[in-house]
């Protein structure tokens, strides 16, 4: 029987296509013994849609992601497509799909694996248990603000601008996402801005404080300083559920919640847009790592990341969130059962290759099933 959960793959360039056939192995073991089956389609991103039709997204392949119910993608870019002009970039065909599928919210977990606690830059009593939602304002704010640019004052001086903008609809829907998700979590929500220095911070802590008590008052909110909120993350991080935030602050936050856990190599995202009247959205899931052309071809990328951002479109895009379950839990296993890739900080454990870590996270989920 033909399947009707559309899904759009791109795996890119670099080690893109290496961690997604381990995906493909995934999808595979989900159709035989799970009975889950996909209406999977790929097709080209970044610099190898540039080497095949000179633009880093054709406009065939926006269409296929305009019609798919998720798209998962590896990484774009890489050395080879360095010196080409940045409107034919390969980031170029990522930043196209952001824009025109309206991904307005990106979230970031920030997960720490019992098993890695040791591999984390703070203590392991610290971030043992970790597990936050970092919810990241993607499309509006300071990145795209107007008035921008950079003029010439005539004096001998020049000054650069950027302007932070936000409406009432943008936080609210950015907002809305976050409450979702806390009521399915742990049911707290941290909105960090600056709003002792800033109009819009001001605007963003009333917009939020408004919606929270019209329909999510259910839901503990906590507003927050985002300076604040940078020391609270490295000082006591599982204070936080969810938090959420602008395209700037959200910017830095996540990053810096990303290495509380350990490797790049472990790290998915989610990028979600408005929900239409079914209830369906656009979503983009990706890894939060680059295409690494420095181990690109050698079968030394850790293909966990990518796992985690397909287990993140089954529990978002595809109300999948036991198979979801099953697939982190097959990761937490087999790092507990002492298998690294090279980029996972330790001491001791045997350095395993791409395609050996796929082979023990499906055999893990056939312990499962
Ligand atoms: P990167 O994330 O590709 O690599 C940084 C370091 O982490 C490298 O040493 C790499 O080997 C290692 N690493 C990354 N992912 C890994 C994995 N899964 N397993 C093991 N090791 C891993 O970032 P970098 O080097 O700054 O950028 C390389 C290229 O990727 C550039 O062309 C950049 O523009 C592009 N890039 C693309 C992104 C995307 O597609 N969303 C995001 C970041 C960078
Ligand atoms: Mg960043």
């Not at 013994?33 to 610099?47: I, K, N, W």
């Not at 703070?122 to 043992?128: G, R, S």
């Not at 810096?256 to 998915?268: C, K, N």
């Amino acid at each position: 029987m033909a399947s009707n959960r559309s899904l759009l793959v791109l795996p890119g360039d670099g080690i893109g296509p290496e961690v997604m056939r381990e995906v493909y192995r995934v999808v595979e073991w989900m159709d035989h013994r799970r009975h889950v089956s996909f209406a999977l389609q790929e097709d080209l991103v970044g610099g190898s849609a540039i080497d095949a039709h000179g633009v880093p997204l054709a406009d065939a392949t926006m269409e296929k992601a305009q019609a798919a119910d998720a798209v998962l993608l590896g990484a774009v870019g890489g050395p080879k497509w360095d010196n080409l002009d940045f409107s034919v970039k390969p980031e170029r065909g990522l930043l196209r799909l952001r824009k025109e599928l309206g991904l307005f919210a990106n979230l970031r977990p920030a997960i720490c694996f019992s098993a890695l606690v040791e591999a984390s830059s703070l203590k392991p009593e610290i971030v043992e248990g970790l597990d936050i939602m970092i919810v990241r304002e993607l499309t509006g704010g300071v990145y795209f603000g107007e008035p921008r640019g950079i003029e010439d004052l005539g004096n001998g001086e020049r000054r650069g601008v950027n302007t932070q903008v936000y409406t009432t609809s943008e936080i609210h829907r950015v907002a809305r996402v976050a409450f979702e998700l806390a009521r399915k979590r742990g049911n707290r929500v941290t909105s960090c801005e600056k709003a002792n220095v800033m109009e819009s911070g001001v605007l963003w802590r009333e917009e939020v404080q408004k919606l929270h008590d019209a329909e999510y008052a259910d839901v503990g909110l906590e507003h927050m300083y985002a300076d604040n909120a940078a020391m609270q993350l490295v000082r006591a991080p599982k204070q936080f559920d969810v938090i959420v935030t602008d395209n700037l602050f959200g910017d830095i936050l996540s990053d810096e919640a990303a290495m509380l856990t350990g490797s790049l190599g472990m790290l998915p995202s989610a990028s979600l847009g408005d929900a239409d009247a079914t209830g369906r959205r656009h979503a983009l899931y990706e890894p939060v790592h680059g295409s690494a052309p420095d181990i690109a071809g050698k079968e030394l990328a850790n293909p966990i990341a990518t796992l985690l951002s397909f287990a993140m479109a089954l529990r978002y895009s595809f109300d999948l969130a036991d198979d979801a379950t099953m697939i982190e839990t097959a990761v937490q296993q087999v790092l507990a059962g002492g298998l690294r890739t090279a980029d996972i900080m330790s001491t001791g454990k045997a350095k395993v290759s791409t395609s050996t870590m796929g082979d023990a996270i499906v055999r893990e989920l056939d312990k499962q099933a």
